[in-house]
């Protein structure tokens, strides 16, 4: 067991000796700085995403789960838009992404960002914690985040370098029944799969940098995950709370870069 975690970091470490293994993003104010191991092709994730996007968003709009219009939907909308156009700062070919916005009416609290821009939030999470747009754009600028870093690419890397899912990936491309399954095998590593502490707080910082960038106020990042503490406090946590605990450490670091992220905030446009 222990020669075969050894025999696994070794030809980790091989592999992103080989890869050469960059950082995908520029550090920004917040200085988030971390080579990171990609040996995946960005383009068969980005692949994969669309097809489980397309497909998470078919079986909504068959239950009528689907929101595509109204007040809620274009609220979203307009808050997920500003933070997109702030992305390219930490990288600028997510300003040619085929961004995407996806409203779903469910109880769950539950919000991601799938490689390539594919943003979705559950009602949920908005009505349950009765989040203000500043506070919508700290949990997308969150997830957000996790894209433009490819931390979704990063873990299925990992896990194709433990050999736990190679051949999924490389067998991806053949008939289309076999690429929806493999897509939503690889969605599930790169989305439901929780991520590391590290990368929690990479998104945590980019996230908080972001937001302020477009006009939200960075206080907005504390009291957000303030109320995520006080909803995770029942016996039955919510699925996003699980994968992003609301800790005293993680309020106290995003309490601790409010002064990195302050005057871009007072410099931008509002609205
Ligand atoms: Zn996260």
Known sequence: MKLTLIKHAVIV???????GCASTTSPGAVDVDRRQLLIVPAEQLEQMAQVSFNEQ????????????QGAEYERLRRIAARLQQQAPVFRPDAANWNWEVALIDSPELNASCAPGGKITVYTGIIRSLNLTDDEIAMVVGHEIAHALREHGREKVSQAMAQNLIG??????????ETQAKMASQVADVMLTLPNSRKNESEADKIGLELAARAGFNPAAAVSVWQKMGAASSGDRPPQFLSTHPA??????????????????????SKQ
Do not use: F
């Open 247 to 268: 800790n005293e450490s993680r309020i106290a670091d995003l309490t601790r870069m409010q002064a990195a992220v302050a005057p871009l905030y007072q410099a931008a």
């Open 13 to 19: 470490a091989a592999i992103a000796a080989l890869a």
């Open 57 to 68: 968003n078919e079986k909504a709009r068959a239950a009528g789960k689907l929101v595509t």
């Open 167 to 176: 051949s999924v990936v490389l067998g991806a491309l053949q008939t289309t």
